[in-house]
């Protein structure tokens, strides 16, 4: 369970590249209401906090829309050309609805996961440093064991060379 407090916190440390598998209901087509980030809010919202689970972590490669401005905005795109509600659609009604959702790499705006890679061999200090930042950040979540799941190949990749011995990594496509 994560207090009000933790949330909070969360929210201020780690929502301009994170986010919650917590999505408003799809109304006339798939994609409607992505953007709705009223359900993050626990005075909208008054089951949120009872729905969020730190120790299921799913974890994407970059962000690769530029920077998210409203707190929580990653993963709930609105944009008409974002596929953020399939995931939505993933994860409803399972056992990942309510996990913590971040990026393994943080503030590097690509698109191209190859140009991702690329820059990574290039700079290991920079692969370095982003999995310091994601211990924080699961040190600041309350995560404890968690399960990480990794969209794609590269991102489990990478979790798997830093993490392998620590936590469970399981892999979804991407």
Same mark, same amino acid.
């Given at each position: 369970l994560i207090t009000r407090e933790q949330f909070e916190f969360i929210k201020k440390e780690h929502g301009s590249h994170a986010s919650w598998?917590?999505?408003a209901d799809e109304g006339d087509t798939p994609k409607s209401n992505m953007g709705d980030l009223s359900? +993050?809010?626990?005075?909208?919202?008054?089951? +949120?906090l009872s729905q969020l689970n730190?120790?299921?972590?799913l974890v994407g490669l970059n962000i690769s829309r530029g920077a998210i401005h409203e707190p929580f905005g990653n993963f709930h795109d609105k944009r008409p050309a974002a596929t953020d509600?399939?995931?939505r659609f993933a994860v409803k009604n399972s056992p990942l609805w309510g996990a913590y959702m971040?990026?393994?790499i943080k503030d590097f705006d690509q698109k191209i996961s190859g140009k991702v890679i690329k820059y990574l061999k290039k700079n290991p200090?920079?692969?370095q440093e982003n999995?310091?930042?994601?211990?924080?950040? +699961?040190s600041d979540i309350g995560s404890v064991a968690p399960t990480m799941?990794?969209?794609g190949n590269i991102t489990y990749d990478i979790l798997q060379r830093n993490f392998k011995s620590k936590f469970q990594i399981l892999k979804i496509p991407h």
């Open positions: 598998a917590v999505w359900v +993050l809010d626990p005075d909208i919202n008054k089951d +949120l730190p120790n299921v972590v509600f399939k995931t971040t990026d393994i200090s920079f692969e999995v310091n930042t994601f211990y924080q950040e +699961l799941i990794a969209f």
